[in-house]
């Protein structure tokens, strides 16, 4: 280590030391995206920063055989920050990892090592990416421990005023959340009794993954501390709308204030660059499909008749559309962006990240031309008018995302093959569980009439 890092590292622990913190959690995500934590005491933390501290990766999700498990974490300096929850009687705070092979090379199991390769492709070809989410999620009330609900009072929609229990909570969680240094733009009610929006503010790609891992288990927290639970389930209530995470993005000029996506004389307002990246995506909607929606319930979101998209198209009003252009105002041209809207909260944002950049740069790259875009609402359309116009649908199931997944080389190369295997056998694992299960539904409607 530097004399420089090893400077900061002392700065870093003297400035945690004053702040009364006794513990670190050092933590990273599985493939899936559910985060893993080892805690360690604030006096261990100097030597963790300088050599990595050793962990067992064998049991891990997607992570190493028996005989490969040596795994080292290696904080990254940029992402400690205190849990404001765990600063009464045993102050922690938190710092996300790189996972380093024995020979101190990044893990390329890694989820998060999937986006910084990723963010280091558009880096050498002259591009930031900046991504801000829209994040939605239901404020439920336990009941059984197995079941939840609404709030008795919530019976709020879309943008509604409200002054009770949900509306304070939501505002904590904000406040929880710019503590922790994180940027929030807005917050409301959604449309769904019980669901709930927060809007962050755009962040380069790979700290908005971090933010985002850092708002599920936050938001938790926030709301456990009230008696409440938060679900990012995509659909959690069959007869209303679901969860999703609609995902703005933009490419910057490397070093530079230079929107890459702006060109104020375009009828959208978008360059070539932003043109191809959009053509890119369509061109993998359904590859990325199982990455982006990776849970067989993600599937019940994305039907008719609840707002989501389901055909592969783009537009500026049409909101039935797979990826929008937002009108931007003539003096923030910088803030030209496009928002795709399939996504929804239980994706790893790192993986989701990563394929969506990957295969926005394959379009700008290869310069895939972008199809004409469909203001009208796609959902009047009759297969005939979709099969004119040339308009696939994504995939209706995870067993059928996986399949889509599974051919598409832009993907396996995005994720490497480590990871595409592992999230591969893991999800075909999961969908097989599924089709095997008997539901309620076929008891109710089957069992006395057949």
């Not at 050599?51 to 290696?74: A, I, P, Q, T």
């Not at 999703?244 to 978008?270: I, Q, R, V």
């Not at 990957?358 to 009047?380: A, I, M, Q, S, Y």
């Not at 595409?420 to 569980?433: G, I, P, S, T």
Request: proline share 7%; glycine share 6%.
């Amino acid at each position: 280590m530097s004399d420089k890092a090893e400077m900061r590292v002392e700065g870093v622990v003297d400035e945690l030391s004053r702040k009364g913190v006794q513990f670190i959690h050092l933590q990273f995500t599985d493939v899936l995206g559910v985060v893993k934590s080892v805690t360690i005491p604030l006096d261990q933390f100097p030597d963790c920063a300088r050599r990595g501290k050793w962990f067992d990766g064998s049991s891990v999700e997607g992570f190493v055989r028996v005989l490969e498990s040596d795994m080292y974490l290696k904080p990254d300096l940029t992402t400690l920050s205190l849990l404001p929850w765990e600063q009464d009687s045993q102050p922690a705070a938190r710092a996300i990892c790189f996972l380093l092979t024995p020979e101190g090379a990044l893990f390329q199991g890694d989820p998060r090592a999937a986006l910084i390769r990723a963010v280091q492709e558009a880096a050498s070809l002259g591009y930031q990416f900046y991504v801000s989410p829209e994040l939605e999620f239901f404020l439920f009330l336990p009941a059984d421990g197995t079941r939840m609900g609404p709030l008795p009072q919530d019976r709020s929609g879309y943008f509604d005023l409200s002054t009770g229990l949900s509306a304070s909570v939501r505002k904590e969680m904000v406040a929880t959340l710019k503590e922790m240094s994180i940027g929030v733009e807005a917050s409301h009610h959604e449309l769904a009794v019980g669901q709930h929006e927060i809007d962050f503010l755009p962040e380069e790609a790979l700290r908005t993954a971090d933010n985002l891992i850092t708002a599920r288990y936050t938001l938790k927290a926030v709301a456990q501390r009230h008696g409440l639970d938060v679900t990012f389930m995509p659909k959690p209530l069959e007869k209303a709308e679901g969860s999703g995470m609609h995902l703005h993005m933009s490419l910057f000029h490397a070093g530079t204030s230079e929107n890459a996506f702006s060109a104020p004389a375009d009828e959208y307002g978008l360059s070539p660059v932003a043109r191809h990246f959009v053509a890119g995506l369509l061109h993998h909607a359904r590859g990325m499909t199982a990455i982006l929606n990776p849970l067989v319930n993600s599937y019940k979101r994305l039907v008719r008749g609840f707002e989501a998209p389901i055909y592969i198209s783009w537009a500026r009003v049409n909101r039935s559309a797979l990826v929008r252009v937002p009108r931007v105002n003539p003096d923030k041209l910088h803030t030209t962006r496009i928002e795709i809207r399939n996504p929804d909260p239980a994706c790893n944002p790192y993986l989701a990240l990563a394929v969506l950049l990957k295969c926005g740069l394959h379009g700008v790259r290869d310069k895939l031309p972008l199809p004409p875009p469909v203001e009208e609402n796609l959902f009047t359309f009759d297969p005939v008018e979709l099969e004119r116009r040339q308009i696939a649908r994504l995939p209706e199931t995870l067993g059928e995302a996986l399949e889509e997944m599974r051919s598409d080389g832009v993907i396996r190369e995005a994720l490497g093959d480590m990871l595409f295997e592992k999230l591969l056998e893991a999800k075909v694992r999961e969908w097989q569980e599924y089709r095997q299960h008997v539901t309620p539904w076929e008891i109710e409607h089957y069992l006395g009439v057949w």
